[in-house]
């Protein structure tokens, strides 16, 4: 089983920025495609972005398109999310994700493990 710790979140104004951070516990990350997943107060948990395991295949949500860029570095075991022009509605709990195999996924229900969430929280 591999675990997931995120760190990076924080209080941010609008327009600014945050990089996420994703460390897993296993050397063999490469195996692993890897999502960035939030949840807002009283909604649902949504798709943000993933990448495949070696890096090549990105997605993302068109309401982050653009502004956000996920990437990973398996030497470090570890897989990051760079928010930039950040704004209020972006405020949400981030979550790191896996899945087995190495294919990106945009489907919430294709990731097997999960991180504890972080906080993000953009001030207008």
């Known amino acids: 089983q591999v675990q997931l710790v995120e760190s990076g979140g924080g209080l941010v104004q609008a327009g600014g920025s945050l990089r996420l951070s994703c460390a897993a516990s296993?050397?063999?990350?490469?195996?692993?495609?890897m999502g960035w997943l939030r949840q807002a107060p009283g909604k649902e948990r949504e798709f943000v972005a993933s990448?495949?395991?070696?890096?090549?295949?990105?997605y993302y949500a068109d309401s982050v398109k653009g502004r956000f860029i996920i990437s990973r570095d398996n030497a470090k075991n570890t897989g990051y999310l760079q928010m930039n022009s950040l704004k209020p509605e972006d405020t949400a709990v981030y979550y790191c994700?896996?899945?087995?195999?190495?294919?990106?996924?945009?489907?919430?229900?294709?990731?097997?493990?999960w991180g504890q969430g972080t906080q993000v929280t953009v001030s207008s």
């Open positions: 994700a896996g899945r087995y195999g190495t294919i990106a996924s945009k489907q919430i229900s294709d990731y097997n493990y």
């Open positions: 296993r050397r063999t990350i490469s195996t692993y495609a």
């Open positions: 990448i495949s395991g070696r890096g090549g295949t990105t």
